[in-house]
């Protein structure tokens, strides 16, 4: 069993039948492979969050957890001629390098005879299986989300009872985790039930009117979870029930199929904008550019509601997603840097970080990418925090230069008669940028 994304025993059919192929007396080894090409783009804190993850695995299967580091193409085969394995089971994986490195692993373990088998997914429904009447991907969320509905998925299975999991097996022990300043959730199986149990007793009956403030503990800060598989989207959709609130939650996890499922059709959107016309977008470089986004990048812009998400981002490697809107269209629209810049700044951060999310939502905000959101929606970030942040509350939390501002003051300190003085005043004029960010995108769509 090849343990990649899907780092929990229950609901998961590949651990199920690995252990309905070894049968009887038969044994099953748990591999997981410490990926270089994985690693490289992965900051301090989902690396920590998944060493965090590996441990609590190994721990749950009696530390009988193979780790090995290198190729997967070589790591596998080997292990699998090395234990005698007759089959290699792992969930799908329908990321663009996770098909190649799973097509390479297949040949190689195919001239010894041995099968790559599939079984199961991240998703509850897999990509690429919801298509148009004509057989086409979708391009718009809202129609994809009711054919998401419409298609269903099966009810989570109970976790296998049966699995004899395989003893002294060399391996190089789970990776330790680096040094992270950031705060990071509680990692593994036990720990990712408990928080969905949280936000089910809790914060799940008033999602749909309070996700939005990022000033209120309302959202289900479960993304760390989904990204490793130590829940599957199944055993959380299996919880809800018909009211407003749980159809809003509904509809949170279906744009993360929905975004993985572009990924799968458009692997090329990974470095380019799906839309072809945008790709033209004059975008700032050079010294002045690079300033900009150290100042961007630091939480030292001048717009509080900006600066206070990127400083959650270091304090916790994650930022709430009204938050993460909001910083994405300030570094595209109001500083002209290109969308790709942020995304990638974004998976060095976020212990969240899923290439299909964060870069597909990089270009909902950015206007490059699907669905219908026009460019002309720029954020204005003054507006943005004064609706979503009103009594200042996440402002006076992330940016301490502000906490003697009072209320919704602080969205506008340079209105103040007294400004704090160690809060930068604003790097760029709103109303000027968002002119300039319309006038390029006259030029490229006529």
Partial sequence: MWFRRDLRLSDNPAVAAAARHAGRGGEVVALFCDDARLRRPSGPSRLAFLSGCLAALDESIGGHLVVRAGRPEQVVPRLAREVGAGAVFVAEDFGPYGRERDHRVEQTL??????????????????????????????????????????????????????????????????????????????????????????????????????????????????????????????????????????????????????????????????????????????????????????????????????AGMRQLAAEGWMHNRVRMIVASFLVKDLHLDWSRGARWFMRHLVDGDLASNHHGWQWVAGTGTDAAPYFRIFNPVGQGERFDPRGDYVRRWVPELRGVPGAAVHRPWDLDDPPAAYPPPMVDHAVEREEALRRYAAVTG
């Avoid at 998703?123 to 299986?129: D, L």
């Avoid at 060399?170 to 593994?188: C, I, K, R, T």
């Avoid at 503990?217 to 959709?237: E, F, I, N, V």
């Fill in 110 to 307: 195919a001239r010894h005879e041995v099968e790559l088998a599939r079984v199961g997914s991240p998703y509850a429904v897999p990509p690429g299986e919801i298509v148009t009447k004509g057989g086409d991907p979708y391009r718009v969320f809202t129609p994809f989300s009711r054919a998401w509905r419409a298609h269903g998925w099966p009810a989570p299975a109970p976790a296998s009872r049966n699995v004899t999991w395989a003893r002294g097996v060399d391996g190089d022990g789970v990776p330790p985790a680096p040094g992270v300043a950031a705060a990071l959730p509680e990692p593994g199986e036990a720990a990712a039930k408990r928080a969905a149990r949280r936000f089910r007793d809790t914060r799940l009956d008033g999602y749909d009117s309070a996700r939005d403030r990022p000033d209120l503990d309302a959202t289900s800060r479960l993304s760390p979870y989904l990204k490793w598989g130590c829940l599957h989207p199944r055993q959380l959709l299996a919880e809800l029930g018909r009211s407003k609130a749980h159809d809003t939650f509904r509809t949170e996890l279906c744009w993360r199929e929905f975004y993985a499922d572009v990924l799968w059709h458009r692997p090329d959107t990974v470095r380019r904008a799906f839309r072809p016309e945008m790709r033209a977008m004059r975008v700032d470089g050079g010294r002045q550019a690079d300033e900009a986004f150290r100042a961007w990048a630091a939480g030292r812009t001048g717009y509080p509601v900006v600066d």
